[in-house]
T-cell receptor, first 110, second 114 residues
């Protein structure tokens, strides 16, 4: 069974203080790993898809990386508007649906 | 232009009632989904439709019945609501079934059963 865990559960950063969020996964053949951002009262918003180990994607202050067992979302010099819950999901070769992790709730203080 | 829209945003009802949630996407996607997000924020698949045909039906009570009148719409009808049905329900769509295309979500319907 495909599984996803995320750590930490919650993270508080000062503005400008860089950090990383972790997504660990177990899947029978990875078709894709997806990062989403979810703001309170909103649906998850797609950020990145990673397909194979060693791949990296960047968008503004966010950079996602992938290994065979985990993915990291690096946040460089975060701003208060980066505060949100970040969700990771995997799509395996043999599963039919996306499996989501519980998310990391990020708070960036001014 | 809202890509995936669902109504209502909030739904408060009593146990035993029947209610519906509507979803529409204007992205031209082939596949639509219903997800449930519980109080611990886990997103779990409930149903998936591809070109109006049901392709995923997870272990969901048969009080929940999806209906897809066309490729752009996927509605969720819930009979005999129970307290445990309280959650946020998200509709989503993706370009094609079986490919790596990401999900696009609506903004959710918060269902509260009293």
């Amino acid at each position: 069974e495909d599984q996803v865990t995320q750590s930490p559960e919650a993270l508080r950063l000062q503005e400008g203080e860089s950090s990383s969020l972790n997504c660990s996964y177990t899947v029978s053949g990875l078709r894709g790993l997806f990062w989403y951002r979810q703001d309170p009262g909103k649906g998850p918003e797609f950020l990145f898809t990673l397909y194979s180990a060693g791949e990296e994607k960047e968008k503004e202050r966010l950079k996602a990386t992938l290994t065979k067992k985990e993915s990291f979302l690096h946040i460089t010099a975060p701003k208060p508007e980066d505060s949100a819950t970040y969700l990771c999901a995997v799509l395996g070769n043999y599963g039919q649906n996306f499996v989501f992790g519980p998310g990391t709730r990020l708070s960036v203080l001014p | 232009d809202t890509a995936v829209s669902q109504t209502p945003k909030y739904l408060v009802t009593q146990m035993g009632n029947d209610k519906s949630i509507k979803c529409e996407q204007n992205l031209g996607h082939d596949t639509m989904y219903w997800y449930k997000q519980d109080s611990k924020k886990f997103l779990k698949i409930m149903f998936s439709y591809n070109n109006k045909e049901l392709i995923i039906n997870e272990t969901v009570p048969n009080r929940f019945s999806p209906k897809s009148p066309d490729k752009a719409h996927l509605n969720l009808h819930i009979n005999s609501l129970e307290l445990g049905d309280s959650a946020v329900y998200f509709c989503a769509s993706s370009l094609e079934w079986g490919f790596n295309s990401p999900l696009h979500f609506g903004n959710g319907t918060r269902l509260t059963v009293t």
